[in-house]
């Protein structure tokens, strides 16, 4: 079940820069506003063309909105999410974080196994307001996967 609207975040521990910047998303976000959005994986298409650059594209007006912290989520090793990070222009941006385990997608309750696709469980695509440590407002694709729901100008309607 995805955690519930008022729901404190998750105290799973993610990798930012390397594999010994671990960290909790309460450190991340602190008592900051910001979006915390998953994606099922680091360069796989819907998430390298379209979810990944609306952040980018709205970058300014999520900004304008108040939002101080922006951070991707993704089951991928900490390497993966840097090279993606540069590869994107999310570097100095976006916080890219690595759910090495899954467990930050198990506790938000958007886990989903798509081993035969991409070797192990993943993160359902979905994209969060964080106010204060807590769920603000929470958006989950309904087939997983698709970006009907989580892009930025999604997100944009519940700042």
Same mark, same amino acid.
């Given at each position: 079940m995805v955690i519930a609207v008022g729901s404190p975040l998750p105290n799973t521990e993610v990798l930012e820069t390397s594999p010994d910047d671990k960290k909790t998303l309460a450190d991340v976000f602190g008592k900051k506003t910001g979006v915390l959005f998953g994606v099922p994986g680091a360069f796989t298409p819907t998430c390298n063309q379209t979810h990944l650059p609306s952040y980018l594209q709205q970058y300014d007006e999520l900004k304008a909105k108040g939002v101080e912290v922006?951070?991707? /989520? =993704?089951?991928?090793d900490s390497f993966v999410m840097q090279a993606w990070g540069k590869a994107t222009g999310a570097e100095g941006k976006i916080r890219m974080l690595a759910d090495i385990k899954a467990d930050t997608a198990k506790a938000l309750g958007v886990d989903f196994d798509v081993t035969p696709v991409l070797g192990?469980?993943?993160?359902?695509?979905?994209?969060?307001?964080?106010k204060d440590g807590k769920i603000a407002a929470i958006e989950v694709e309904p087939d997983n996967?698709?970006?009907?729901?989580? /892009? =930025?100008?999604d997100i944009l309607k519940h700042l």
């Open positions: 922006i951070a991707c /989520l =993704a089951v991928n192990n469980v993943r993160s359902k695509r979905f994209a969060a307001v964080i996967v698709g970006a009907s729901c989580t /892009l =930025a100008k």
